[in-house]
């Protein structure tokens, strides 16, 4: 693989102006230039590239990356083919990762097994996968093997590769967990097998394991057929996920290959970072029964908190997908994503089948059991609305929006020449442009992710895993970030001293109001007059930093 440092350092040397005026004809607009989109017809130019940022993006189409990413689309080549043909084009020659020698060893341990677990197929195991409907290149194609209950396995593999300690490596000594059982392996983002799943045919429980977590396998933040899915998911722009192997196994076989599958645990922020990456839009497709109603949920509360849009596929006639594929064909698993309910008709109608809603205790119990709900969904006001909307409809109760976040959508950054930029911007600009100045000058996002709105922590906290690279971010991040760019350049040229003490005097007000507020609330706990009295000469003092710092 293409050591990272060195694509960095090939980014830092290319001028992607140069790079895209040889497929596009640019015109330079303050400090960013525009032409014609080369990705989808137009006839007024919405393709900006923004040399300070070293990206372009589409406004028209979306379409946005770095010089690299450019060509790659450009030519119809790999990422890494354009990083080879950029290279040579320059003179410079490609240097590889260096490697990591248990991590190799790892990586070859997987390999291995999977081959050796592939080889031990027998008939019934074929049989079991020929009933469930897949056919013979299909199960070639997602690597199934069997586990035989007389032969260890793993403690061959481990005795090839030199391997002594093998409970490093996600198995105990001189056993197989997986003996007798179907395997299924799991690999992580790029292709690499890193763990295994086992189903058991006969009789017993638990039906299904995973591997134990590692140094490498990490159950929260692995996803099932994530290293294929992830670029259908960016062509599709939305992700579904179901909670089964062969239920994302049967949404592939319906050609719906942007799908992905939990291993066994909830679905999780990290999951939702990593696919946050690729698409702001989730469809979920987990058991129609009570556990998967409930794991519905919790996956809808995770996502609406972390700003993604969400529906929900709804299973008929079947208790889930791969069942309803074997029954009734694809066209009915691609029927069901059509009729997707949105995220606030699943909840409003889930928990209202609870409650006897002819009756006024059992409306009023109802009211009570979905105000949890409105709170998440305040995030996004729309949603809320309709919610409302919604739960008027079944109760005869008026409701209304009780909040308004002051940054709801992507449309709020949107450039407003004559509404100068809000400290949240100005914090994504800096973080995700300006990365050196705000080293210089100490900030850190540590430091100011708790005094910001939701929408804006929960950016910059994505932004944090990616590094700040808008190359590695979805389109809403890259949109929301370009709209900030293009508002904050259409202000100021630069970054000048005199804006950059702004922030942080506003960055000071905003922590001593954070302290005023906590004492506020002790103050209205606390029993003892004499720390009350403490506790209100701090607030005080407080005040008056406040006041001063306003003053400078």
Same mark, same amino acid.
């Given at each position: 693989?293409? &050591?990272?440092?060195?694509?960095?350092?090939?980014?830092?040397?290319?001028?992607?102006?140069?790079?895209?005026?040889?497929?596009?004809?640019?015109?330079?607009?303050?400090?960013?230039?525009?032409?014609?989109?080369? @990705?989808?017809?137009?006839?007024?130019?919405?393709?900006?590239?923004?040399?300070?940022?070293?990206? +372009?993006?589409?406004?028209?189409?979306? /379409?946005?990356? *770095?010089?690299?990413?450019?060509?790659?689309?450009?030519?119809?080549?790999?990422?890494?083919?354009?990083?080879?043909?950029?290279?040579?084009?320059?003179?410079?020659?490609?240097?590889?990762?260096?490697?990591?020698?248990?991590?190799?060893? +790892?990586?070859?341990?997987?390999?291995?097994?999977?081959?050796?677990?592939?080889?031990?197929?027998?008939?019934?195991?074929?049989?079991?996968?020929?009933?469930?409907?897949?056919?013979?290149?299909?199960?070639?194609?997602?690597?199934?093997?069997? /586990?035989?209950?007389?032969?260890?396995?793993?403690?061959?593999?481990?005795?090839?590769?030199?391997?002594?300690?093998?409970?490093?490596?996600?198995?105990?000594?001189?056993? *197989?967990?997986? %003996?007798?059982?179907?395997?299924?392996?799991?690999?992580?983002?790029?292709?690499?097998?890193?763990?295994?799943?086992?189903?058991?045919?006969?009789?017993?429980?638990?039906?299904?394991? $995973? &591997?134990?977590?590692?140094?490498?396998?990490?159950?929260?933040?692995?996803?099932?057929? +994530?290293?294929?899915?992830? #670029?259908?998911?960016?062509?599709?722009?939305?992700?579904?996920?179901?909670?089964?192997?062969?239920?994302?196994?049967?949404?592939?076989?319906?050609?719906?290959?942007?799908?992905?599958?939990?291993?066994?645990?909830?679905?999780?922020?990290?999951?939702?970072?990593?696919?946050?990456?690729?698409?702001?839009?989730?469809?979920?497709?987990?058991?129609?029964?009570? /556990?998967?109603?409930?794991?519905?949920?919790?996956?809808?509360?995770?996502?609406?908190?972390?700003?993604?849009?969400?529906?929900?596929?709804?299973?008929?006639?079947?208790?889930? &997908?791969?069942?309803?594929?074997?029954? !009734?064909?694809? &066209?009915?698993?691609?029927?069901?994503?059509?009729?997707?309910?949105?995220?606030?008709?699943?909840?409003?109608?889930?928990?209202?089948?609870?409650?006897?809603?002819? $009756?006024?205790?059992?409306?009023?119990?109802?009211?009570?059991?979905?105000?949890?709900?409105?709170?998440? @969904?305040?995030?996004?006001?729309?949603?809320?609305?309709?919610?409302?909307?919604?739960?008027?409809?079944?109760?005869?109760? /008026?409701?209304? $929006?009780?909040?308004?976040?002051?940054?709801?959508?992507?449309?709020? @950054?949107?450039?407003?020449?004559?509404?100068?930029?809000? =400290?949240?911007?100005?914090?994504?600009?800096?973080? !995700?442009?300006?990365? #050196?100045?705000?080293?210089?000058?100490?900030? #850190?996002? *540590?430091?100011?992710? *708790?005094?910001?709105?939701?929408?804006?922590?929960?950016?910059?906290?994505?932004?944090?895993?990616?590094? @700040? %690279?808008?190359?590695?971010?979805?389109?809403?991040?890259?949109?929301?970030?370009?709209?900030?760019?293009?508002?904050?350049?259409?202000? =100021?040229?630069?970054?000048?001293?005199?804006?950059?003490?702004?922030?942080?005097?506003?960055?000071?007000?905003?922590?001593?109001?954070?302290?005023?507020?906590?004492?506020? %609330?002790?103050?209205?706990?606390?029993?003892?007059?004499?720390?009350?009295?403490?506790?209100?000469?701090?607030?005080?003092?407080?005040?008056?930093?406040?006041?001063?710092?306003?003053?400078?």
């Amino acid at each position: 693989m293409i &050591s990272p440092g060195f694509i960095k350092r090939l980014k830092d040397r290319l001028d992607i102006v140069e790079v895209v005026s040889s497929y596009v004809n640019l015109q330079k607009v303050g400090n960013n230039y525009k032409g014609l989109c080369p @990705f989808h017809t137009e006839t007024s130019p919405s393709f900006y590239v923004t040399p300070h940022l070293n990206i +372009y993006h589409c406004f028209g189409c979306g /379409a946005s990356g *770095d010089a690299i990413n450019f060509v790659a689309q450009m030519e119809g080549i790999s990422y890494y083919e354009a990083v080879e043909r950029l290279a040579q084009g320059m003179g410079l020659k490609v240097e590889y990762e260096q490697k990591d020698p248990f991590k190799d060893l +790892y990586y070859q341990f997987y390999k291995l097994l999977a081959e050796e677990y592939k080889r031990n197929l027998n008939e019934k195991i074929v049989s079991y996968l020929n009933q469930r409907g897949l056919s013979k290149d299909e199960i070639e194609k997602f690597s199934f093997g069997y /586990a035989p209950i007389n032969l260890k396995v793993p403690e061959i593999v481990a005795n090839k590769l030199k391997i002594t300690d093998t409970e490093k490596f996600g198995f105990p000594k001189n056993r *197989d967990p997986f %003996s007798g059982r179907l395997i299924i392996p799991i690999y992580d983002d790029f292709g690499r097998v890193i763990a295994f799943g086992g189903r058991l045919l006969g009789d017993g429980m638990p039906k299904y394991i $995973n &591997s134990p977590e590692t140094a490498i396998f990490k159950k929260t933040s692995t996803l099932y057929l +994530y290293h294929i899915a992830k #670029e259908y998911i960016e062509q599709m722009d939305y992700a579904l996920i179901c909670e089964g192997y062969f239920d994302a196994i049967a949404f592939h076989r319906a050609g719906l290959k942007n799908t992905v599958a939990t291993l066994g645990t909830a679905l999780t922020k990290n999951h939702v970072y990593n696919i946050k990456k690729k698409t702001q839009n989730v469809l979920l497709s987990f058991d129609n029964d009570s /556990a998967g109603v409930t794991a519905t949920l919790k996956s809808i509360e995770v996502l609406i908190s972390l700003g993604m849009n969400v529906a929900v596929v709804e299973i008929s006639g079947a208790k889930d &997908s791969a069942e309803l594929i074997q029954k !009734f064909g694809k &066209s009915a698993v691609v029927e069901s994503i059509k009729n997707a309910k949105q995220a606030e008709e699943f909840v409003v109608r889930e928990l209202s089948e609870n409650f006897d809603l002819k $009756n006024p205790n059992g409306i009023n119990s109802f009211l009570s059991e979905i105000s949890k709900w409105e709170k998440i @969904f305040q995030v996004q006001p729309k949603r809320l609305e309709n919610m409302n909307q919604l739960i008027t409809k079944i109760t005869g109760v /008026a409701r209304r $929006n009780s909040y308004t976040p002051k940054i709801e959508t992507n449309q709020t @950054f949107q450039a407003k020449k004559t509404v100068p930029p809000t =400290l949240e911007e100005y914090l994504i600009y800096i973080f !995700f442009t300006q990365k #050196e100045k705000a080293k210089a000058l100490g900030f #850190e996002i *540590d430091s100011v992710i *708790d005094l910001v709105e939701d929408k804006t922590k929960e950016i910059l906290l994505i932004g944090k895993t990616l590094n @700040f %690279s808008l190359s590695s971010s979805s389109k809403y991040i890259v949109e929301v970030v370009m709209n900030i760019v293009q508002k904050i350049d259409s202000f =100021l040229p630069y970054l000048d001293e005199k804006t950059m003490e702004g922030i942080k005097r506003e960055l000071e007000e905003r922590k001593i109001e954070k302290r005023i507020k906590e004492i506020d %609330s002790l103050i209205k706990n606390i029993r003892s007059d004499e720390e009350r009295k403490i506790l209100l000469k701090t607030r005080l003092e407080l005040v008056k930093m406040k006041e001063d710092i306003k003053r400078k």
